[in-house]
C-alpha cells in the first residue's frame, strides 16, 4: 500500500513538472556521461551521509556545491517527491544515490527533470552487500559503515575528478584526509570493543549489520520484519523467546522506534536499550556523519564494554 501510494504521488509530481518522456541518465544505465565540465559544479545526495561524504571531498573546490534533494527532517523511508525537489535536479550536474533499495524514488525523478546530462554516481557500485536480516534482499544500509563511507568517499571523488580533471588530485587528497579522520575514530573504538564483555546483540532495525560487523559483534536477531513495517504481535513474540533462550542483554534501537513496543520488549526480558543513530534527518553538515558515528561508536563502547558488569 505504502509503495502504490507513492507511485500514484509520484505520478502527479511528474506531470505537474510537466517532464516524463526524456532519456535522462537517470533512466538508463545510471552512469551518465563523465564528459569533463568547467566552471559551477552542482552534487546532489539522497542520503545524510552522502552529504557529509561529499561536502569533504569537495571542501575548497571553487565552484563545487553540494545539494541535498530531500527536506533535512524527512528520512528516505517516508519521502514523498515535491516539483520543486524534482526542480534540483534539473540544475545538477551529478548526484550521489544509494541505488540498491533506499532511495528508489530518485531514478523516476531523475527521469521526470528533464536533465539529460546528470552523471549518477551509484556509491555501492563497488560495495560487498549482504542480505538483510529478512529474505532475499540486499541490506541498503552500507553509509552506516566506517569503512564503507572511506571507501565510498574514494568512489566519490574519483567520478568527481572525471567531472573536473583539473580538481582530481584535491578531490583525491580531500577523500584520504576525510578518510584518514573516519578511520581514527574507528580504530579507537575498536581499541576498546576488542575488550567487549558482550559479544551478540539484537536490533530493532536492520540497518546496524555492516557497523556489527566491523567491531567483530554478532548480531542475534532483528526486531522489524523490514525497514519501516512494524512487528506484529507473534514477530514480537518470537523475538521476545529468542532473546530469552539466548540471554541477550543489549537490544540496540533507532531513535523513532514505537516506544510501547520497545517497552514490551525490554520488561520481559529484562534487555537493555542503546540508541544508535541511523543518520537519516537533521541539519546537513560536513560534520554531521563524522559526529554521529562517533557517538554511535561511543554508545557501543557503553554497551558492551562499560556499562555489562
Known amino acids: 500500500m505504502k509503495r502504490r501510494s507513492f507511485l500514484c504521488i509520484l505520478a502527479l509530481v511528474i506531470a505537474a513538472c510537466g517532464h516524463g518522456s526524456g532519456t535522462g541518465s537517470g533512466s538508463g544505465s545510471g552512469s551518465g556521461s563523465t564528459t569533463p565540465t568547467a566552471g559551477p ?23 563545487a556545491e553540494v545539494v541535498p534533494v530531500l527536506p533535512g527532517e524527512i528520512d528516505a523511508g517516508n519521502y514523498q517527491p515535491s516539483p520543486d525537489d524534482i526542480a534540483k535536479l534539473a ?56 569503512e564503507n563511507a572511506i571507501a565510498q568517499s574514494k568512489l566519490i571523488a574519483k567520478k568527481l575528478g572525471q567531472l573536473r580533471p583539473g580538481d582530481a588530485a584535491a578531490f583525491s587528497t580531500n577523500a584520504r584526509a576525510y578518510g584518514d579522520k573516519l578511520r581514527a ?64 542483554t543489549v537490544v540496540l534501537s533507532e531513535e523513532d522506534f514505537p516506544a510501547k513496543l520497545l517497552a514490551t520488549l525490554t520488561d520481559a526480558t529484562g534487555a537493555k536499550v542503546y540508541i544508535i543513530s541511523h543518520v537519516a534527518v537533521g541539519t546537513y553538515s560536513p560534520s554531521e556523519f563524522e559526529t554521529a558515528m562517533a557517538a554511535n561508536a561511543a554508545t557501543l563502547v557503553k554497551a558492551l564494554v562499560t556499562d555489562p558488569p
Open 41 to 63: 559544479l552542482r552534487i546532489g545526495v539522497t542520503l545524510h551521509p552522502y552529504y557529509s561524504w561529499t561536502a569533504n571531498v569537495v571542501a575548497g573546490i571553487a565552484g
Open 91 to 146: 540544475k545538477l550536474d551529478a548526484i550521489v544515490i544509494n541505488g540498491i533499495g533506499h532511495d528508489d524514488f530518485i531514478r523516476p525523478m531523475i527521469k521526470a527533470s528533464g536533465n539529460d546530462h546528470l552523471v549518477v554516481i551509484e556509491v555501492n557500485a563497488e560495495t560487498p552487500l549482504v542480505k538483510g536480516a529478512h529474505g532475499d534482499a540486499v541490506n541498503s544500509h552500507t553509509f552506516l559503515s566506517f
Open 185 to 248: 575514530i574507528e580504530t579507537a573504538a575498536a581499541t576498546q570493543l576488542a575488550h567487549a564483555k558482550i559479544k551478540r546483540v539484537v536490533t530493532v532495525h536492520d540497518g546496524y549489520t555492516y557497523l556489527l560487523q566491523e567491531f567483530g559483534i554478532e548480531l542475534a536477531g532483528v526486531v522489524q520484519p523490514a525497514h519501516g513495517l512494524t512487528p506484529s504481535a507473534k514477530e514480537l513474540a518470537d523475538m521476545i523467546e529468542l532473546v530469552k533462550a539466548q540471554h541477550i
